[in-house]
């Protein structure tokens, strides 16, 4: 091997070799690190010593790819010539292979029992615990118990339950809509044997359930309610048969839409207040100023 002339002429190829398993040794008291490719590495990486891990941050290694940087480095920190730093450094690299190996299977199993110790629960609520009161603000805290409570109810009742929930609603809508149907029957021959008269009046029921469905389905606030225009298809009724009729199909929508949006008669009972007034200032019209007199009155 060539040498420099003066000082560094008795650097021989057995120094080097030397200086080599010195850089080589100062790199694993650290911890050459596997990275296999296409793993994204955590920042806490757990070093399994026989059965005992320990969590250590991923900075205190050396990463496989970062190997020929540290072993030049380390070459310089050594002591060895500058002329011969970068060659003992290449000659290093063939000899070092990772002494933190990745386990795949290992880190599998870690990461599903990691992810089962994590908690489905956010809170706990106790037996008989009041969530909510009257005219309480609903946070997000609320919110969020009130939706637990939804599902864990659903999950109590099982499928069954849910199916006669739906049964209970369906005869609710039904035995209203028989007892409209009777009433037309009985006391309205004429609209009931006009298929066109029929027509409109199913398409006013189902525009107004609809919209309420709607309603119901959105995240809207309580004033969003008033976009169920009960009152004002009560004036249609009532403009296009008669006061009698508007004031039943009113009581009957309100009932409706009341059990569409979770039986809530509060609703009922205003909007059966509201229709009411749009009946009476309607049932006798003679112009268009009556109308929005109605809606004055509404």
Known sequence: MRTEPGKHRSFSFDALAAKSVQIIRKLYSVGLLETPRGVKLTDSIAVRNKNIDILQPRSNFILQNDKALILYK????????????????????????????????????????????????????TENERIVSKHDRITHEIKQKIDSYS???????????????????????????????????????????????????????????????????????????????????????????????????????????GGLQ?????????????GVFAVYTVRDIKNRTQIFRSFIFI
């Open 151 to 257: 599902v864990a109810k659903g999950e109590t009742i099982g499928w069954e339950g849910l199916l006669l929930q739906s049964f209970g609603k369906f005869l609710h809508i039904f035995s209203l809509l028989l007892l409209l149907g009777i009433y037309i029957f009985l006391f309205r021959q004429k609209v009931f044997r006009d298929n066109l008269k029929l027509a409109t009046f199913a398409i006013i029921i189902l525009w107004i359930c609809f919209i309420s469905y709607l309603i119901n389905l959105s995240s809207m606030n309580e004033a969003a309610q008033f976009l169920v225009f009960i009152p004002a298809a009560a004036m249609l009724i009532t403009i296009m048969f008669d006061s009698r009729l508007g004031f039943y199909t009113t009581v009957i929508f309100s009932l409706i839409c």
């Open 74 to 125: 380390n070459a310089v920190e050594t002591g060895i010539p500058s002329a011969y730093q970068k060659l003992a450094a290449n000659y290093s690299t063939y000899f070092v292979r990772p002494n933190l190996l990745f386990q795949f299977v290992e880190t599998a199993e870690e990461q599903k029992l990691a992810e089962k110790r994590v908690t489905r629960y956010i809170g706990i609520v």
């Open 262 to 274: 979770g039986n809530n008669y509060t609703f009922v009972v205003m909007n059966i207040v509201a």
